[in-house]
């Protein structure tokens, strides 16, 4: 299943998504990106997480 909650956040995980692919060197295009590696798009995600974990660290101070 790959719906989003909240159809109107769609373009802000993709502006989220190119903005971590960006920071981790790996050039990620609109639309299809099956030609990946586990390791590259493993990278996208960790760096995704990083930033959801820094974003919520700082709204706690």
């Keep these: 299943m790959n719906k989003n909650i909240v159809?109107?956040?769609?373009?802000?995980l993709n502006r989220f998504?190119?903005?971590a692919a960006?920071?981790?060197g790996v050039?990620?295009?609109?639309?299809y990106n099956g030609d990946?590696?586990?390791?590259q798009?493993?990278?996208i995600g960790g760096q995704m997480v990083k930033k959801m974990i820094q974003?919520?660290?700082q709204?706690?101070?």
Excluded: F
């Design 7 to 12: 159809p109107e956040a769609r373009e802000g």
């Design 41 to 43: 798009a493993g990278s």
């Design 36 to 39: 990946l590696t586990a390791r």
């Design 55 to 57: 974003a919520y660290e």
């Design 27 to 31: 050039n990620l295009k609109q639309g």
């Design 17 to 19: 998504k190119m903005e």
């Design 22 to 24: 960006s920071e981790v």
């Design 59 to 61: 709204g706690l101070k």
